[in-house]
């Protein structure tokens, strides 16, 4: 496995806010492994520090900001996305940024400036290995206007991005694609700069926006000529999309191995890909199982045939439950359920759910011995049939407890397709006395 990585020594840089037009002076340090991208600041009193995570992202326009509350003041960091670009793309994991405003520093409206202040730097190795994450199937997010794709992909990360002519504000389409390495990084990536339009400016500086933007460090485009400014590339505004998605996939809680397939893409979709990459990061991370189907049986009553749960791959004490269970043509029900076309009865279905609730309740010390009851059930729905082969997937969140009764809002889906949902509420009641004894 590869060492995580901080850098060397202390480096800084200065300049102005894009969006604020404040000043603002940044130093980086050294930080110790497993710490991550630590922004602190220095402005405030106490020295409040935030660690990049997708959990901390706040709404702001056109840029990535990071907010959080701490020791009772409201504390936020803004446009941290081309400096997370460089810092990623040169193997940094770990790494302390104090800076002295809310806004880190446009500079030249690229990631240029940051990569060669954190390479003059150095890095070194630490004794902690790095965490990256492979994905297995594909991930999209679309909302008909901007698509994202990230594929299976084992050799890195590798970036295809299309971007269409903005309406004819552009000079044409333009696309990207590339491997994604420090020198590919810093040649082809880093120096391309922030873009809009000569149609969007007037609204910009209408909402706040730009006050330290200028044609200079900003690309505007004015149909096929850049105003006062020479680009760097001639696909400029594409390659500097790339770079803002280098940054927002820094927000991933391990390096993402995967080709990004991006078309519009902004960071609205970005971090909607990272959300959902971390939700299975987490997932992938857990346990393959809870409990088996020997505790099942441990913590509940019920026997063949109508024992409907057979693994709990998920489980938050007195919060929530994820429950399997195989359908098979096995099941005496089927027989008659209909001969020639085999359909899962829709109440063993809301019985699956309410044995998954039950589970999330014997597993409390205090209900050991007890037996769950059914006391009613509210908006149930059926959505889609369950065959046999299927595999239900049972999650059970609760709504209210009490010492002895429970409300539970329960789900089945079959390959992520909803099939019935349900409000359950139940009772515990003391098993009877054994008459043996």
Known sequence: MTAQRTIARE????????????PCSLVFKPAPPDSGMVFVRTDLPGRPSLTAHPSLLCQRQRR???????????VEVHTTEHLLAAATSLGIDNLIVELDAVELPGLDGSALEFGKALRSAGTVEQATARQSFELTEAVTIDDGKASIIALPYKDGLRITYTLDDHGGALDGPQMVELELTEDTFFTQIAPARTFCTAKEVAGLRALGLGKGATYQNTCVWDGTRIIDNELRFKDEAARHKVLDLIGDLALATRRINAHIIAVRSGHAQNMLLVQELNRRIERASKPRFVFDISRILDL?????????????????????ITAIKNVTINEPYFQGHFPGNPVMPGVLQVEAMAQTGAILLMTAPENRGRIPYFMSMDKVKFRRAIHPGDQMRIEVEALRFRSRMAACLARVTVDGQLCAEAEIRSVLVDAPADPAR
């Open 300 to 320: 509940l009553p019920h026997r063949y045939p109508l024992l409907m749960v057979d693994r709990v791959l998920d489980w938050e004490e007195g919060k929530r």
């Open 64 to 74: 990535t900001a990071l907010a959080d509350r701490v020791d009772g003041r409201d």
């Open 11 to 22: 480096a800084r840089v200065a300049g102005i806010g894009l969006h604020s037009g404040e």
